[in-house]
Every structure is written in structure tokens, then in C-alpha cells.
């Protein structure tokens, strides 16, 4: 489900973007057109043909035509030329004609004027009372195209064209989503891969740190080298629990984890994890209690147990590590508020964190960080993340740190 | 025979493991420990010996050990003698666990495990498979000045003996095993209740309030069999 979204949500993105660009292109090109097509370089020819007049003064070639001074100012504007084809198709007035074009058409060439090029010149043609009105432009400033289709071709090119378009748009857009996402998935796979393979490979040696340190404790007699056996041992468990924490978070941010579905009930589940940590913890500084309300005794949930599990125990063994003085961890479990079943608050009376701190605890999680830091708290935000939970860090009543756990 | 005189097998191909756990098991009290570090060695030693429980590596070497698994199985039906396995993995993802389990392993442990941890796996599976109690525990438990005889079901104040009900033997013994530790109210309600255990936490505080009436001196101000408020109890 949460894939499906994902993969919605990224077509939606370039929908947008395609659309966008979409949207620059034709203002680009509506800019360009609207420059190189102004009024100085279109020609109303119409307009042109009516400033050709008769005169009562025969001109230089003895017709009776004038040219008014604007119309001579646009063709000139135009570098271009004119000339009018009386009904015999002779040319019975011209200006600035270039040398090279006939002073007489037959229809044949007349008709292919109109339609293409005189003589490589652009040509523009308008019908007077005289005879052809023509108006030439400089060879090569003008592409002409005649377009031409039967009208059923046009017919299926309107009911089909836009779903084609539709179609290539979503083609365009899905193809190279799938290919993103698919060599995203595999970096992902490679990267659990590593992470599974380097953290199966800190495991057997970590036994062996365990366990010697274990037999070292039973064999000596010396306090400071139990102490130190200690030492070792506590820091091996915290590797463990990093360890464990890393594959997790991991499986967790790239969708690669198996989760088990199965109904237990929270209190149950709470209570082992504080009861675990006390008596591994062993440690008369640290304080443990719980407070289950009768209503939520019997509180049941539908998710993976032991992801659950590790919510908990990052929680109770967050206020352990950030309070190496001690302090006293409470668990308390109460009915919640529509849409939370139930709310699980771990608080405890220890040093607490700044309100700096706090605002960045409550922000949503970026791996823009590396997250060498903090990493059982994003475990903690994103297992919640898993069941639609709501995690919320605040100050708790005694200036320690207070997790606030709403159920769905 | 006694518990700790088991015969247990190692295997495992790496020789620090090898000589961690033997020196874990030998300094818990264990006599016969063998072990193996390659897949022929251990089916030799297999062959050649009566063990009562093998620890087992599941990537190993010449085979890995599922393979291994089944072979001690087809050995051990010619001598007609189910040992169990405990299988000791670095794989810990639940196929793996799953696949160990599914074949008829007692029990899997994933690295790094906690040497106590190991131990009390195993000691279960012996006491389970072959019915072994440890001789420290199959007789009897002092608690103060209590003492509790766990066979004939009675414990000894100031000189009287009382007798405890089933429940009440079941919950010493649960509290007995993890003295020093808090043992949740579910826990301790699966252990009375193994069909289903919410709703009976009122029914809890009763035996554990008659408990107390015969192993504390003042139950109303319980020194042994500690309240550890809303997570459980604890036996000192």
C-alpha cells in the first residue's frame, strides 16, 4: 500500500513537472513567435493592394497606377517588392522588382505563385478590380507550407490525437519513474545487503567479547578486572543493540523488512521490556514502575511483537543512557483520546533536554543527518510510523524527559 | 545421571566460539564437553559418542549446519536416540530461525547471545528433553528463613511446616528461578494461567498475598517477596 502511494505520489511529481515545462516552452515560444512576427514583418496585403491606385499621370512604364507613400514605406520596410498582373498577365505595375523575375505570367505560373514561391521569392498575392496584386519578399525570409488533408484523416486525427498525446505523456512520465525507482530498489537491496552482511560479521566476534568477558568475571578474584569485565560487557551490549537497531531502522526506511502480524496485548509487552531492562541493569541508581490503567490491562494491538518490543526498549534505554547518574523511568498506559486507543507515556525524572534538543526530537525525520547519533529514537519514530502511531517528546512533570506514545 | 553430567557437542568453525563456550560450560559445572570446528570431526565425534544435547554452528565450513542437522538425526535414529540441537547462528533473520526450528531444533540462539543467557537455554532443553534437575534444585530452597521443599510441596517457618497449593508451588518456583529479578504479573499469570492469562491479575495478588502469609515473617511488610509497582514481583 505504502509503495503504491509512493509510486502515485512520485507520477503526480512529474505530471507537474511535465506540465510546467510544458507551460515555459509555449510561453517561450509565444514570446519568440510574437517578436519575429510583428507588425513590421507581417504584411496585410489586402491593405497593401488598396494603397495601389489609378492615376490620371501615366508612370514611367505608361501605367496609370500610384503607389501610395505608406504602402512604398511598408515594402520598403520589407526590403520586398510589388506589381500588379493585369487579366492578360502582364505586369502593368511593379516597384523595385528584381531583375530577374518575368515581366509576363502565363496562368500556369500564376497559379503556381499563389500557392509556393516566385522564383525562390516569397510571394503574397491578393485579386483587385485591376488584376493580381502581388507583394514579394526577400528570397529565403519566409518558409511557406500548404497544408492539405482529407477531411476524414482530420476527423480521426481530432478524436485520436489527444488520447495519443495522453498517451505518450504517460508513457513519457511512467517509464522513467519505473526505471528510477527500479534502480533505487536495487541500491536499497545492495545497501541492506551490506549492512546485514557487515553486521553478521560483527556478530561472531562479539559473542566471543561476551562471552570471554563473562568466563573473565567467573575466573578472577579481582574486583577491578570484574569491574572492567564489566566495562566490556556493557559496551558489547550496546554494540548488539546498535547493531540490531541499524538492520532495523534500515529494513524499516526502505520498505525491506517482513513484519509479522499478530494480536498481543501491549501491557504484557511493556512490562517485559522495563522488567528486562531492570534486571539486566542491575543497577540500584536506576528506578522502574508502571502504572497500566484497568481499562488498558487488557489493551490488545495487531503488529510484529518484536518491533513493538524495540519501540519500548529504545524508549526505557534512552532515559538509561542519557541519565548515567540514575534516575527513575515510569511507564504509564491510559485510555487515548479519538483517533488513539490508548496512550503509553515512558517519562523519566532524570536530566532532560534543552528545548533546542526537544524541538529537534518532535521534527520529522531526514536523512540529511547521519544518524550516528539518536538512532533508537528514529527507530522509535519510525516503527510507530509502521501502525500509524503518534510520537510526541516533551518535558516531563519532574524536568525529565517524557515520550508520549498514541495508539491507533 | 546428573545434569551437569551431560555430554554436550560443539560445533562451530571458528576456534575462539569453540573455547569461549567450553570454558562457559566447564565453569558452570559441566564435565563432558566436546567440540568440533569442521563438518566430518563432528560427525565422527557424533558417531563415536552418547551426547545429550549439541550446540550447533549453521554456516560452517564443509556443509553448512541444517545439513549437519539432519545427518546427526539419521545417526542418531540407527542408535535410536533423539539428541536435541540447539542451533548457534549469526543469521538472524527469521527464515533462517524458522528454517532451524522447522527441521526439529530444540531451540535457536542468534549471535552475540548472552552467556547466561546460553546457559539457561540449554539447561532447559536438558531438563526438558531429558528430564534433568540440577541436584541445587531439585531439593530445596531457602528464602530467609523459609526453607521450601520444592518435592514435598512445603515450607518451613519458625519451625512449623506448612503445605503450599499447586499455584502457590508453581509461583515460588517461577519467582525461585529468577530470584533477584522482577518477573512481570503477565509472566507470572502465563505461568498459572498458560491458557490465557489477562483478567486474572486480581487472582494473582490473592496467591501472592497467601504466599506471603507463609514465607514472610510480617506479609503486610514483605522483606522476601518484593512488590515492584505495576511491573511485577521480585524474590530476594
Not at chain 1, 227 to 256: D, M, P, V, W, Y
Not at chain 2, 81 to 100: C, M, N
Not at chain 2, 159 to 172: D, H, R, V
Amino acid at each position: 500500500m505504502r509503495r503504491v502511494k509512493n509510486f502515485l505520489k512520485y507520477i503526480i511529481t512529474f505530471i507537474f513537472i511535465f506540465l510546467i515545462l510544458m507551460l515555459v516552452d509555449i510561453i517561450f515560444i509565444s514570446i519568440v513567435g510574437i517578436c519575429t512576427n510583428s507588425a513590421s514583418s507581417h504584411v496585410r496585403v489586402g491593405w497593401l493592394s488598396e494603397q495601389l491606385t489609378r492615376s490620371s499621370q501615366p508612370d514611367g512604364m505608361g501605367n496609370y497606377f500610384i503607389m501610395s507613400e505608406e504602402g512604398l514605406e511598408v515594402i520598403d520596410m520589407m526590403d520586398g517588392f510589388a506589381m500588379l498582373i493585369d487579366e492578360n498577365g502582364k505586369v502593368c505595375w511593379e516597384y523595385k522588382m528584381p531583375e530577374e523575375l518575368p515581366k509576363e505570367y502565363s496562368n500556369k505560373e500564376i497559379v503556381s505563385f499563389t500557392r509556393w514561391y516566385l522564383k525562390d521569392y516569397p510571394v503574397h498575392t491578393w485579386i483587385t478590380d485591376d488584376g493580381i496584386f502581388v507583394f514579394g519578399k526577400p528570397k529565403e525570409s519566409e518558409w511557406i507550407l500548404n497544408l492539405r488533408f482529407v477531411m476524414d484523416t482530420v476527423k480521426i486525427y481530432l478524436a485520436y490525437g489527444p488520447i495519443i498525446f495522453i498517451g505518450d505523456v504517460i508513457l513519457l512520465v511512467v517509464i522513467p519513474v519505473i526505471v528510477v525507482r527500479r534502480q533505487s530498489r536495487r541500491r536499497e537491496r545492495e545497501r541492506t545487503a551490506w549492512i546485514a552482511g557487515v553486521s553478521h560479521d560483527i556478530r561472531t566476534p562479539l559473542s566471543i567479547v561476551l562471552g570471554t568477558a563473562a568466563v573473565l568475571k567467573e575466573e578472577t578474584g579481582d574486583a577491578v578486572i570484574v569491574k572492567k569485565a564489566e566495562l566490556i560487557e556493557a559496551q558489547a551490549l550496546k554494540i548488539r543493540t546498535l547493531i540490531s537497531n541499524l538492520n532495523t531502522e534500515n529494513k524499516l526506511q526502505f520498505g525491506l523488512g517482513s513484519w509479522n502480524k499478530e494480536k498481543f496485548t501491549m501491557a504484557a509487552v511493556v512490562r517485559e521490556v522495563v522488567c528486562d531492562i531492570a534486571n539486566s541493569l542491575q543497577d540500584e541508581r536506576y528506578g522502574f514502575d508502571a502504572d497500566i490503567s484497568e481499562e488498558t490491562e487488557g489493551f490488545m494491538v495487531c503488529a510484529d511483537r518484536e518491533l513493538v518490543r524495540r519501540l519500548f526498549e529504545n524508549l526505557v534505554n534512552n532515559a538509561v543512557k542519557h541519565n548515567p547518574d540514575g534516575c527513575n523511568v515510569s511507564v504509564r498506559m491510559k485510555k487515548g483520546c479519538f483517533p488513539y486507543r490508548c496512550i503509553i507515556i515512558v517519562e523519566d525524572d532524570g536530566c532532560g533536554v534543552g528545548p533546542k534538543t526537544l524541538r529537534r526530537m518532535n521534527m520529522p525525520m531526514e536523512w540529511k543527518e547521519l544518524p550516528e547519533h539518536g538512532l533508537g529514537l528514529r527507530l522509535v519514530k519510525h516503527i510507530a510510523g509502521l501502525y500509524h502511531w503518534r510520537v510526541r517528546f516533551g518535558k516531563g512533570s519532574t524536568g525529565g524527559l517524557q515520550c508520549l506514545v498514541q495508539i491507533a | 545421571m546428573e545434569l551437569y553430567e551431560s555430554r554436550i557437542l560443539l560445533v562451530d568453525d571458528e576456534l575462539q566460539i569453540l573455547k569461549m563456550v567450553k570454558e562457559l560450560l566447564v565453569n558452570e559445572g559441566y564435565k563432558n564437553v566436546d567440540a568440533a570446528s569442521g563438518y566430518n570431526e563432528a560427525i565422527e565425534l557424533f558417531r563415536a559418542g552418547e551426547y545429550e544435547i549439541v550446540l550447533l554452528d549453521v554456516m560452517l565450513p564443509e556443509g553448512d549446519g541444517f545439513s549437519l542437522f539432519n545427518d546427526f538425526a539419521k545417526i542418531g535414529e540407527k542408535k535410536n536416540r533423539d539428541v536435541p540441537v540447539i542451533f548457534l547462528s549469526a543469521r538472524d533473520e527469521d527464515k533462517d530461525r524458522l528454517k532451524g526450528l522447522g527441521l526439529g531444533a530444540d531451540d535457536y540462539i542468534t549471535k552475540p547471545f548472552l552467556p547466561e543467557e546460553l546457559l539457561l537455554r540449554i539447561k532447559a532443553v536438558l531438563r526438558r528433553v531429558w528430564h534433568f534437575y540440577d541436584t541445587e534444585k531439585s531439593q530445596q530452597a531457602c528464602i530467609g528463613d523459609v526453607v521450601v521443599n520444592w518435592d514435598a510441596g512445603t515450607v518451613t517457618k519458625n519451625g512449623s511446616i506448612m503445605m503450599i497449593t499447586a499455584k502457590e508451588w508453581a509461583l515460588l518456583k517461577k519467582l525461585w528461578e529468577n530470584r533477584g529479578k522482577i518477573v512481570s504479573i503477565n509472566a507470572l499469570c502465563d505461568t498459572l494461567w498458560p491458557d490465557g492469562s489477562y483478567g486474572y491479575e486480581n487472582s494473582l495478588m490473592v496467591h501472592i498475598r497467601r504466599l506471603r502469609e507463609k514465607i514472610e515473617n510480617n506479609p503486610s511488610k514483605p522483606e522476601n517477596l518484593i512488590t515492584v509497582r505495576g511491573l511485577g514481583y521480585k524474590l530476594k
